[in-house]
């Protein structure tokens, strides 16, 4: 979301850029390059400002004003790779993972090294209840970005579904090693310390993500104390 925004203020300082050269071309000829140019970044600004439309809307759960601002977005640029992987997002949240995966789908033609993209779409997966394909996703997210700890994550709580506790560890081990501050990571570890009867372990990362805030670490250290 950061990169959009940049984005839309770079426009918004190009279109005022072109038009101040635009008021000092009195020839036809000079003046149609930068009308054209004028006009793709008026479409850039317009696409970007849609895409901040579908971010607030999902961010207020009015998921179908959310489709809506993406489609418009793609429809505006039918190879923005971003607007696709966002839509997919909402239509999760939407609990429609087929049409969320094929929006995940469609990101990765136009950008095969969409980490982010990989990523949602092995959640998809997950909730279709294909963990091989979920696992698939993760691992091509991290073939990508090594440093992606979403993607750590994700496979972490993958492989403690699977009853797969050591190679959980090491992905949660993993995501704090990148991201100490990331909460969740320690509540899913100190999960799967418990599953394997190593109670200390388990308290002190229980403790860890309670004291971050974390209500299931709150949660599972007070269960653990009984």
């Avoid at 977005?73 to 909402?90: C, K, P, Q, T």
């Avoid at 394997?196 to 990362?205: H, Q, V």
Wanted: overall charge positive.
């Amino acid at each position: 979301y950061r990169k959009i925004q940049e984005t839309y203020k770079k426009n918004q300082n190009a279109i005022d850029e072109l038009k101040k050269q635009l008021t000092q071309k009195k020839e036809i000829m000079e003046r149609k390059p930068l009308q054209a140019k004028i006009k793709n970044e008026e479409m850039l600004f317009q696409a970007n400002e849609w895409f901040e439309k579908g971010y607030y809307y999902r961010l207020n759960n009015d998921y179908d004003s959310a489709v809506t601002a993406y489609t418009s977005l793609i429809s505006l640029d039918s190879n923005f790779a971003e607007a696709y992987n966002s839509r997919g997002n909402v239509y999760v949240d939407k609990e429609q993972y087929d049409t969320a995966i094929e929006n995940y789908n469609k990101a990765i033609v136009i950008n095969p090294n969409f980490e982010e993209a990989y990523n949602n779409r092995g959640f998809a997966y997950r909730n279709k209840g294909l963990p091989d394909k979920e696992m698939e996703d993760y691992n091509k997210a991290l073939s990508i970005n090594p440093n992606f700890v979403k993607a750590y994550y994700n496979r972490g709580t993958a492989y403690h579904y699977k009853g797969q506790t050591d190679k959980a560890i090491e992905d949660y081990n993993k995501v704090i090693s990148i991201n100490p501050n990331f909460a969740d990571s320690y509540n899913s570890r100190g999960s799967a310390y418990a599953m394997m009867g190593i109670k200390d372990k388990a308290i002190s990362d229980f403790q860890k993500a309670c004291d971050m805030g974390n209500e299931n670490g709150c949660k599972g250290l007070q269960f653990l104390k009984k």
